[in-house]
């Protein structure tokens, strides 16, 4: 297709889309015989994309980055819609002030008297009325990020119910015990978020996966997941550090909602069987090769494997690639101060 086409097809004007190749958006060959570019379908789905975006106010560097990995849309578009929602508030407190301040200023007599009536305004607005909507933003954000693997499939009238309720509990608790993991997924870098969920997928699938002769090896593989930690001091204080505000109440949080995780989907029940008597046959061995006491050592105390039904004792033997790993301790403490 030719740079006609691509405007015909997109409603964006040449100079736009010339800009757009500019800044490495999209790629399309140039035709050695006369120097135009030739634009392929790929090319003006991306044009569509870019345009849709734009119109949402969406940066071009946040664009590249979804163009790049879509699978970051997600956040880059929850991003928006938080900087959306505090900018409609701050237009209308400002409106609302304005309106104020003109109703009792018909006539401006002087200087003073503005800055009298300017003075008395509150033009920063009260973010405490936006609380529902980014607590529901943030809600849908750690549903999907918990329980990603098990989104496929028909979304049925019953599993469209039962994913309101486990919705509605994530958001019961996205203002107190959950608060500080939405807070550090938001924190993360999208690239680095999508990397440790890809990585929790693919985990969790092989985890569902597994046959009861393939429990053995799988706990072999946690033990030396754990051996690692025991000799990584990086690690450990990457665990301690988030163990209290993030890592606990998001374990415990989870195994609350497995309930409704095993009608909504089948593949949970499978995950949690397995995923339970792995564990079990874990603590076992630990105990019979008189590890626990190094364990213990390691985590200082920041651990209750036997609460959530093994839940912690899961993480920590996956800790290396998991999304608590992904920051430095330095970056841990930065994070931290925002709470």
Known sequence: MTIRDAVRKTGLQKRTIYFYISRQLLS?????????????????????????????????????????????????LHKRLNRLQTELLSAETVMEELDRITADLPVCRSLSEIADRLSSARFQPDLSRCQPQFESRDARLIARYLWQAYLDGPMTDYRQFLWQKIMQDTAAH?????????????????????????????RAREIIALEPCGYSRFVEEMEQSL???????????????????????????????????????????????????????????????????????????????ESSSYGELEIAASFQHSVYSMLTPEQIREFLKTL
């Open 174 to 202: 996205i203002h107190t015990d959950l608060k500080a993991m939405a807070r550090y997924l938001q924190f993360l870098p999208p690239e680095q978020l999508d990397e440790a969920s890809v990585t929790q997928f693919i």
């Open 227 to 305: 051996e690692r930690f025991c000799s990584d001091p990086v690690q450990q204080e990457q665990w301690k550090l988030l163990y209290c505000p993030v890592i606990r109440p998001s374990t415990t949080f989870a195994y609350s909602a497995s309930h409704w995780m095993t009608e909504f989907h089948p593949d949970y029940q499978r995950y949690y069987n397995n995923i339970h008597a792995c564990c079990m046959m874990l603590k076992e061995k630990l105990k019979e090769e008189c590890l626990l006491d190094r364990i213990a050592d390691a985590f200082a105390g920041a651990y209750d494997f």
């Open 28 to 76: 399309p060959p140039v035709n050695p015989d006369n120097g135009y570019h030739i634009f392929s379908e790929e090319d003006i789905t991306r044009l569509n994309i870019i345009r849709c975006l734009r119109e949402c106010g969406v940066p071009l560097a946040d664009i590249r980055a979804i163009l790049t990995n879509p699978r970051t849309a997600p956040y880059y």
